[in-house]
């Protein structure tokens, strides 16, 4: 399977190891499907996994997944299920949060950009029932047109709006500019 792709390059956790684990791995199941690796024997792919991963090569030898070093009989699906679960551990959830709340719309940056920016921040978030809520509150607090912003605010507080209500109203209002 010889190719002139570029690899990836190894796993390195950040302050976020959660997410830095979840980029990487998708990164990882692209170059797979790239390669064709996708097809390739289970052998193949873990090893091809244990050359890529980097840092998690020590945790990898933590799992009791296998009776020797050499991850026979295990899947390329197992090994990552059980960093899955490692890295679950490691979700911060006031760090996501604390992310979302500094998210503001950017000089020049469209509506749909800066929505797009908070739906993707909220999902690490965690807050269940109140993500649509905390995602409008979000959204009106860091929009740069502080005239909608405050008609916003205002026509709110008399009625609850939805999420999708303010959005659309977002989108109306950059469109007529």
Not at 98 to 104: D, G, Q, R, S, T
Request: proline fraction near 3%.
């Amino acid at each position: 399977m010889a190719n002139n792709l570029p690899t990836i390059p190894a796993f390195e956790a950040s302050t976020n190891p959660s997410e830095s684990w979840r980029y990487w791995k998708e990164d990882f199941e692209d170059y797979l499907e790239v390669l064709r690796y996708s097809e390739a024997p289970e052998k193949t792919k873990t090893a091809l996994f244990r050359h890529l991963c980097g840092e998690l090569k020590k945790q990898l030898r933590a799992f009791d997944l296998k009776p020797n070093d050499g991850c026979e009989g295990v899947t390329l699906q197992q090994v990552l299920q059980e960093f899955d679960k490692y890295f679950l551990d490691y979700q911060n959830e006031v760090f996501a949060s604390f992310k979302f709340l500094e998210i503001k719309q950017e000089q020049g940056e469209k509506f749909t950009d800066y929505y797009s920016r908070l739906r993707n921040a909220v999902v690490e978030c965690n807050y269940c029932e109140s993500q649509d809520r905390m995602l409008r509150y979000k959204l009106i607090q860091g929009l740069l047109d502080k005239a909608l912003q405050e008609r916003l605010i205002r026509e709110t507080s008399k009625k609850t709006r939805a999420l999708q209500e303010v959005v659309r109203e977002c989108k109306t209002a950059e469109n007529r500019e």
